[in-house]
């Protein structure tokens, strides 16, 4: 077998795919120098590396991988000060030897080979009969589950190797100290020639996992999830090894570390390790799932519930179709790209990344206390076991919550909540029934007119130029039995302000708003800048009920005759009404959806002949819907037009690109001078 690591293939490889990124701050050199020392066992020499910020370890939980650390040591390896590396000792990867590991077990199918050792600190589990035989069963369920049951390519074999090797792969158990569960090393990435996308590898497991609290005594539980992480890595290295961005000097792989968590939750549904990271996800719904901030970062670990989403949507093949669709993709990150054209190929154009994000925040929000109160359709399988959620803490908690009213303006740069790309704000309004507001009746009972004194404005991030991802949650308390109303919507042209009411808020308990700037662009993500939300809570805004959910209309022209000589002012109105909302909002106006209708009236004589067109609106009664343009009684040559009858063709558009047509009609106009 092959016993060193190809350290010069690997590094002259990522350099070539990696040429264009920028150089490493000190700093920068030093943390990823101290994360390879981490997951390499090398920890005692980091006292000498002097951080100039505190890089915390051994607190939480433990790092389940350590695939990331080494692939950005090696990555970044030409651009690491060398005089550094030998200050400090630094040891490169090689594999484990012979004198190191000397016994080996093949796996039951041939398809493994466990190298392992009885003495030593690198001694195996001595608590469980015929331990190793044990794992070498787990690696060959693991194999058949991936490759046979899920359609997973196998990972490339190394038995081209010049030095001889076979078809076997190589798994090593060694003491990684506790630290990580496991890690995958990527061997030779030139197995289909320059460019190639597929890569050997070879794994390290730890020996006992007895430093791992959670599983001293029942390491075989470790095993098997370690396994299915590990041995899904070795997998997507043979599909396209270099899925992953490079943001501020780090690769980030956080679509390798999410989807390599989601398969140990397939396999081994009832170990649940993947719980222990929900709290890196939830401690900050803000954070994108694109965020990897150095190669021990725990967050991409709990982000594991996106593809548990996808998969809990449509079905657990999603994710496989997004590996392939990567790999299609080319060299690079492709994962959003991929997730979008995956999505909407199976959702026949009905959803897309940005879309299904969006939703994804949604079950977010149905976890620990809040699971049961999840509407039928939302919410993961196992939402109930979650303890972890978002907490409403209106002091440290990490959604912003209000139950007091008015709500003062809070500024976009002054908000602590701001999302990031493909990240998540929440805001709660709570104690909805504590507001007082009047209500007008008629003679019948009915509601004439509501005081809603809850109308929230809102103003997001221009710099974000796709549409933001919204849903509302309502709580409606009913015998003492909570019942969730939730709304789906998107924002367009959210910079120029927009208006929520919510009618009649005492029905609620409350209300929660979720905000997602997502999209399938991942340059939009900056680890530094969030996008900003700003917005204030209005005190009362009257709301007459006359003036919900009225129809799109074009009414008579006024006055009809016109009359010249009894006119001050020779004009004929033509006024239209665009529908509105179950809130009395206009659903097309600039105010409310960034452009106006437009009404276009042509005007003819009674021969046919073409008079002029009017095409301005003069004037907006503003909320209500109602708009109107004029005729001033003259022709397109500004002439005075003769007594006579009139024909006025009027159509209603929602935009003045003509985009909908919402009503039209013909009518006489009769002019009497």
Same mark, same amino acid.
């Given at each position: 077998?092959?016993?060193?690591?190809?350290?010069?293939?690997?590094?002259?490889?990522?350099?070539?795919?990696?040429?264009?990124?920028?150089?490493?701050?000190?700093?920068?050199?030093?943390?990823?120098?101290?994360?390879?020392?981490? #997951?390499?066992?090398?920890?005692?020499?980091?006292?000498?590396?002097?951080?100039?910020? %505190?890089?915390?370890?051994?607190?939480?939980?433990?790092?389940?991988?350590?695939?990331?650390?080494?692939?950005?040591?090696?990555?970044?390896?030409?651009?690491?000060?060398?005089?550094?590396?030998?200050?400090?000792?630094?040891?490169?990867?090689?594999?484990?030897?012979?004198?190191?590991?000397?016994?080996?077990?093949?796996?039951?199918?041939?398809?493994? *080979?466990?190298?392992?050792?009885?003495?030593?600190?690198?001694?195996?589990?001595?608590?469980?009969?015929?331990?190793?035989? /044990?794992?070498?069963?787990?690696?060959?369920?693991?194999?058949?589950?991936?490759?046979?049951?899920?359609?997973?390519?196998?990972?490339?074999?190394?038995?081209?190797?010049?030095?001889?090797?076979?078809?076997?792969?190589?798994?090593?158990?060694?003491?990684?100290?506790?630290?990580?569960?496991?890690?995958?090393?990527?061997?030779?990435?030139?197995?289909?020639?320059?460019?190639?996308?597929?890569?050997?590898?070879?794994?390290?497991?730890?020996?006992?996992?007895?430093?791992?609290?959670?599983?001293?005594?029942?390491?075989?539980?470790?095993?098997?999830?370690?396994?299915?992480?590990?041995?899904?890595?070795?997998?997507?290295?043979?599909?396209?090894?270099?899925?992953?961005?490079?943001?501020?000097?780090?690769?980030?792989?956080?679509?390798?570390?999410?989807?390599?968590?989601?398969?140990?939750?397939?396999?081994?549904?009832?170990?649940?390790?993947?719980?222990?990271?929900?709290?890196?996800?939830?401690?900050?719904?803000?954070?994108?799932?694109?965020?990897?901030?150095?190669?021990?970062?725990?967050?991409?670990?709990?982000? #594991?519930?996106?593809?548990?989403?996808?998969?809990?949507?449509?079905?657990?093949?999603?994710? *496989?179709?997004?590996?392939?669709?990567?790999?299609?993709?080319?060299?690079?990150?492709?994962?959003?790209?991929?997730?979008?054209?995956?999505?909407?190929?199976?959702?026949?154009?009905?959803?897309?990344?940005?879309?299904?994000?969006?939703?994804?925040?949604?079950?977010?929000?149905?976890?620990?206390? *809040?699971?049961?109160?999840?509407?039928?359709?939302?919410?993961?399988?196992?939402?109930?076991?979650?303890?972890?959620?978002?907490?409403?803490?209106?002091?440290?908690?990490?959604?912003?919550?209000?139950?007091?009213?008015?709500?003062?303006?809070?500024?976009?740069?002054?908000?602590?909540?701001?999302?990031?790309?493909?990240?998540?704000?929440?805001?709660?309004?709570?104690?909805?029934?504590?507001?007082?507001? %009047?209500?007008?009746?008629?003679?019948?009972?009915?509601?004439?007119?509501?005081?809603?004194?809850?109308?929230?404005?809102?103003?997001?991030?221009?710099?974000?130029?796709?549409?933001?991802?919204?849903?509302?949650?309502?709580?409606?308390?009913?015998?003492?039995?909570?019942?969730?109303?939730?709304?789906?919507?998107?924002?367009?042209?959210?910079?120029?302000?927009?208006?929520?009411?919510?009618?009649?808020?005492?029905?609620?308990?409350?209300?929660?708003?979720?905000?997602?700037?997502?999209?399938?662009?991942?340059?939009?993500?900056?680890?530094?800048?969030?996008?900003?939300?700003?917005?204030?809570?209005?005190?009362?805004?009257?709301?007459?009920?006359?003036?919900?959910?009225?129809?799109?209309?074009?009414?008579?022209?006024?006055?009809?005759?016109? #009359?010249?000589? *009894?006119?001050?002012?020779?004009?004929?109105?033509?006024?239209?009404?665009?529908?509105?909302?179950?809130?009395?909002?206009?659903?097309?106006?600039?105010?409310?959806?960034?452009?106006?209708?437009?009404?276009?009236?042509?005007?003819?004589?009674?021969?046919?002949?073409?008079?002029?067109?009017?095409?301005?609106?003069?004037?907006?009664?503003?909320?209500?819907?109602?708009?109107?343009?004029?005729?001033?009684?003259?022709?397109? /040559?500004?002439?005075?037009?003769?007594?006579?009858?009139?024909?006025?063709?009027?159509?209603?558009?929602?935009?003045?690109? /003509?985009?909908?047509?919402?009503?039209?009609? /013909?009518?006489?106009?009769?002019?009497?001078?």
């Amino acid at each position: 077998m092959k016993k060193i690591i190809l350290v010069g293939f690997i590094l002259i490889s990522f350099f070539k795919i990696n040429a264009a990124a920028e150089e490493l701050s000190s700093q920068k050199q030093k943390e990823i120098v101290a994360d390879y020392l981490y #997951v390499t066992g090398q920890i005692d020499k980091l006292h000498s590396l002097s951080l100039d910020e %505190d890089v915390s370890y051994h607190q939480g939980a433990p790092v389940k991988c350590g695939t990331p650390a080494v692939m950005n040591f090696v990555l970044n390896y030409n651009k690491i000060d060398k005089t550094l590396l030998k200050s400090l000792g630094v040891q490169l990867a090689d594999r484990p030897t012979n004198t190191e590991l000397p016994d080996s077990l093949d796996s039951p199918s041939g398809k493994f *080979r466990i190298h392992y050792t009885t003495v030593g600190k690198d001694a195996v589990y001595s608590g469980i009969p015929n331990y190793v035989n /044990k794992v070498a069963d787990i690696f060959d369920s693991v194999y058949y589950y991936l490759v046979d049951t899920l359609g997973y390519p196998p990972p490339p074999v190394d038995s081209f190797y010049p030095s001889g090797g076979d078809a076997k792969f190589d798994v090593y158990l060694r003491d990684l100290g506790g630290n990580v569960f496991g890690l995958t090393y990527l061997d030779s990435m030139y197995i289909d020639g320059p460019g190639s996308q597929r890569a050997t590898s070879f794994m390290e497991l730890d020996n006992d996992f007895q430093e791992i609290s959670i599983y001293q005594n029942r390491p075989l539980d470790a095993v098997r999830v370690t396994c299915a992480h590990e041995f899904f890595h070795a997998v997507q290295f043979g599909i396209d090894f270099t899925e992953g961005e490079t943001v501020d000097g780090f690769f980030s792989s956080y679509w390798m570390e999410m989807s390599a968590v989601w398969m140990e939750e397939q396999q081994y549904t009832n170990i649940n390790d993947y719980y222990n990271y929900l709290p890196y996800f939830f401690d900050s719904p803000w954070a994108s799932i694109q965020q990897f901030k150095n190669s021990l970062d725990l967050h991409p670990y709990g982000s #594991v519930l996106f593809p548990l989403f996808l998969s809990q949507k449509y079905n657990r093949d999603i994710i *496989r179709q997004i590996w392939f669709r990567c790999r299609d993709l080319g060299l690079g990150s492709d994962f959003l790209q991929a997730a979008d054209q995956i999505i909407d190929s199976m959702s026949s154009g009905g959803d897309s990344f940005a879309s299904d994000f969006s939703e994804f925040t949604l079950w977010n929000y149905f976890t620990g206390s *809040r699971a049961n109160l999840a509407p039928a359709g939302i919410g993961y399988q196992e939402r109930n076991a979650y303890v972890s959620e978002f907490s409403e803490n209106p002091d440290t908690g990490t959604v912003a919550v209000y139950n007091q009213y008015p709500v003062p303006m809070v500024l976009g740069n002054k908000n602590p909540f701001n999302p990031y790309h493909n990240g998540a704000f929440y805001l709660k309004f709570d104690e909805l029934r504590t507001i007082q507001y %009047d209500t007008t009746f008629d003679s019948t009972g009915g509601i004439v007119g509501i005081d809603s004194a809850f109308t929230l404005a809102l103003a997001l991030d221009t710099s974000f130029t796709f549409d933001w991802g919204f849903n509302i949650v309502y709580d409606v308390q009913k015998n003492n039995t909570d019942s969730i109303i939730v709304d789906h919507l998107s924002l367009h042209d959210a910079g120029t302000g927009i208006f929520i009411d919510i009618l009649n808020p005492r029905q609620y308990r409350f209300a929660t708003l979720i905000f997602t700037p997502a999209s399938s662009v991942k340059t939009l993500y900056d680890p530094w800048s969030p996008y900003y939300v700003a917005y204030f809570v209005q005190e009362k805004g009257s709301v007459d009920s006359s003036l919900i959910n009225l129809p799109q209309a074009i009414f008579a022209p006024y006055p009809n005759p016109a #009359v010249v000589s *009894r006119m001050n002012e020779p004009k004929v109105m033509f006024k239209f009404q665009v529908p509105t909302d179950s809130t009395s909002y206009p659903i097309y106006g600039q105010a409310f959806s960034g452009s106006d209708p437009y009404l276009l009236v042509d005007i003819f004589d009674i021969a046919g002949e073409y008079i002029c067109t009017l095409n301005t609106i003069s004037r907006s009664d503003g909320r209500d819907g109602k708009y109107w343009t004029e005729w001033n009684l003259k022709n397109a /040559k500004n002439n005075e037009v003769a007594s006579g009858v009139y024909i006025a063709y009027a159509r209603l558009y929602s935009a003045k690109n /003509k985009g909908k047509l919402l009503a039209e009609v /013909k009518t006489k106009v009769a002019v009497i001078r």
